[in-house]
């Protein structure tokens, strides 16, 4: 089908939008999506995926240099520093996810940042801050263009749809491109957009984050050089719309109308408390209810007295993982994730360590656990609950369940808990003046007149610690 004009709006929309109409409400939110991304990203410089990323982006050099997270004495050219650093913030799952299921910041921020340390003229955090919006902004628009983008992935990864379209729109604001190359930046993004949900729970799947933040921006740039695409790529079921069965975009609303309103003022974001699919939330803290219930009731708690454990989770074939031999595979996995907290009565980082996921007693839970889809508990993070179910041998049973975990958009993290977060993530990569730096740029962003010293504490790294985890 070709409609008219979808294309062009986004195109118009991206070019026009501006720092006065972004409100209280938006800055606020996006300076916390900001805040959650950037300690995310440097925790996952501690990653395995992330040294074999970086070590393959080494071999490639430019004039242009950007800073790689968490390395004092490190840079790339800017397409791979996006790469390696939005590899850095999907690497253990741990980043915000959104409704249409997304994860929408990993793709933008990194770009952005790679960006502005190769313009010749640094711009200020409100630039900054506006740019980062619009990527957002164009991520929850095109995933409103289907029904079936609300629930949780069968096909494809999203952020490897919506979130190159993103970082393609935010790179090109940065760049100040007109509405015709904003529209074709659009067109040349979704020639490399897509990847197939097959390599979810593998290494692969943070280089979907990485691969949108690189290629958005690449796809910016040559539209800045003249490179054209298709002027209706949003418009046609055989240009976007190939990633979608329902597809019914529709056109972008005139910023300079009096009806324009960000989506991100209605719809907030979810912060993840454990490095897991989000999923993974609901049934962790129906899991430790249970086991409190059963505590109470029986006295000193001993696994032994297990005899079923019952999940009553959502239909989802990539999140059922009965025995997960990796950690990529334990944070997409019901199975794992219950059984961690009944047996530690808490899951943290630590817990999707080799180490961990092999213990003897874990395995032993595991074959106890049994998996039931209810016909109510549709796979829409919107919608859907966990109930865990524990029997003992002694035939005492406990239920618990979870609708909304602390973290959900309904239920959002405290500033305090979500500063918390990132102090422990930053921590483990940066001295406690960049810890603290970044916390307060971020915090005065839309003051702060250039974003370089953003880059300067997020490179403010313990060296003990960066020699450690270099070596990976």
Known sequence: ???????????????????????????????????????????????????????????????????????????????????????????????????????????????????????????????????????IEVQGRLMRFSREAYNIPERFHPPSVVGVMGSAAASAKL??????????????????????????????????????????LEAAQLAQLGLEGNPDILDLDRGFGVYYKDYSPSAMTDCASG????????????????????????????????RAKLANEVGNFDLSQIRQVTLRVPPSKYIDCPFPATEHQAR????????????????????????????????????????????????????????VGVETHQGQSHVARCDTFYGHWRKPLSQEDLVGKFSVNASSVLCTEGVEGVIEVIGNIERVRESSVLGLYLTMTSSQQEQLYSSM
């Open 259 to 290: 009806d324009f309103r960000w989506i991100l003022e209605d719809q907030d974001v979810a912060f993840k408390r454990i490095p897991a699919h989000l999923g993974m939330h609901w049934v962790v803290d129906a899991a430790l209810a249970a």
């Open 175 to 216: 760049l100040g491109l007109s509405p015709a190359q904003c529209s074709h930046a659009l067109a040349i993004a979704a020639s490399s957009a897509g990847a197939p949900l097959a390599n979810t729970a593998t290494q692969t799947k943070p280089l979907h984050i990485g691969n949108a933040a690189r290629r958005g």
């Open 1 to 135: 089908m070709l409609r008219k004009g979808i294309t062009e709006s986004f195109g118009a929309a991206i070019h026009a939008l501006n720092t006065t109409q972004l409100t209280d409400g938006v800055i606020n939110r996006s300076k916390r999506m900001m805040l959650d991304t950037l300690g995310v990203g440097l925790l996952g410089t501690r990653t395995a995926v992330f040294n074999k990323a970086l070590k393959h982006s080494q071999m490639f050099t430019s004039d242009e240099r950007s800073s790689v997270w968490g390395k004092s004495q490190m840079s790339l050219p800017p397409h791979y520093a996006a790469f390696v650093n939005g590899i850095a913030v999907h690497s253990m799952d741990f980043d915000d996810t959104w409704h249409p299921a997304t994860h929408p910041s990993g793709a933008v921020l990194p770009a952005l940042l790679a960006l502005a340390d190769a313009l010749p003229r640094q711009p200020s955090g409100l630039d900054l801050l506006l740019a980062f919006n619009v990527g």
């Open 332 to 387: 997409h996995s019901f199975q794992f994730n219950a059984c961690s907290a009944l047996l530690d009565d808490k899951v943290t980082v630590s817990s999707y360590s080799e180490a961990q996921i092999n213990r003897p007693a874990l395995k032993e839970l595991l074959s106890k656990v049994k998996v039931e889809t209810p016909k109510d508990n549709q796979p829409n993070f919107d919608k859907m609950y966990c109930e």
